[in-house]
């Protein structure tokens, strides 16, 4: 079954939507396969561990402009003001928010799960281990990437 | 005037709560922002508080166990606390409403829920 008709994936991608818009006020769309966009080796990433009932990590790669115009206009200061601490603050924050959307989208009502500190990466993002779901999306023409790495989530 | 502390790991997080604050009435409130459980209950102590709102997964005390001492403590135990969480579902929420907690919110938190949430706070 390709990973687009999985509830993982589904619930994954209600969970992004409803972050952005709710906390960035931004449209986070599917990329088409036709119009593809690679992240830039560049951009920002961020991951958590999920710890509990299943073990894995959600990472987040968003490009540095993208982030820095959502920065400005999420702390309503001008471009030239965003500090790195905020657009990291931002990222982490974002990612904390969708990946708890994400838990409670996946899991029955009555399962608890916990979740670690969200990390901020260092360096270009890691490579896509094999068995990786995806997910390849945009936001105002730019790529964002979503990655769920864990053996709990591939069953 | 209330005073109001805002526990939270995250700048971004506790700026979005001010936002809600102030949309639902309560911008003219005494804020203070702090980053985890120890400094959330150390400001609650400086002063009387009308209200906690608090984060779950902080660092160096987490918002259960701030919970548990907010509720421990002769001092504190009849000050609101309400957590807004990423990490919350039902069997999540009903474990910190046993704890003492007034209401438990899901992250991203908008100023309806916690105008529905603060409802009783408000009529004060």
């Known amino acids: 079954m390709p990973h687009q008709d999985t509830p993982i994936y589904s619930a994954m991608l209600e969970a992004v939507c409803d972050t952005f818009e709710k906390m960035a006020f931004v ?129 | 005037m209330k005073r109001i502390v805002i526990a939270d790991d995250s700048a971004t997080a506790r700026m979005f709560i001010r936002r809600c604050l102030d949309i639902i009435g309560l911008g003219d409130a005494e804020i203070i922002e702090v980053e985890h459980g120890k400094e959330a209950l150390a400001a609650a102590k400086a002063a009387p508080t009308d209200l906690l709102l608090s984060d779950l997964n902080m660092p160096v005390m987490d918002g259960e166990t701030l919970l548990k001492w907010v509720k421990a403590s002769p001092k504190l135990m009849d000050m609101p606390v309400v957590i807004i969480t990423s990490a919350g579902n039902p069997a999540k929420e009903q474990e910190l409403l046993k704890l003492g907690a007034l209401k438990v919110l899901n992250k991203p938190v908008a100023p309806p829920m916690l105008m529905d949430a603060l409802s009783m706070f408000l009529e004060d």
């Open chain 1, 27 to 155: 449209e986070v769309t599917e990329q088409s396969d036709e119009l593809e966009q690679e992240i830039p080796s560049d951009a920002i990433w961020v991951s958590i561990l999920i710890h509990d009932p299943l073990q894995g990590e959600i990472r987040l790669a968003i490009p540095q402009g993208l982030l820095t115009n959502m920065t400005a206009d999420m702390f309503g200061i001008e471009l030239s003001d965003v500090e790195e601490k905020q657009r990291q603050d931002i990222i982490a924050e974002i990612l904390n928010t969708l990946a708890g959307l994400f838990m409670t989208n996946l899991l029955p009502d009555d399962q608890s799960y916990k979740l670690g500190l969200p990390e901020h990466g260092e360096g270009p993002i890691p490579e896509v281990e094999d068995g990786s779901i995806l997910w390849n999306l945009k936001i105002e023409g730019s790529p964002l990437l979503l990655i769920v790495n864990g053996i709990g989530f591939m069953s």
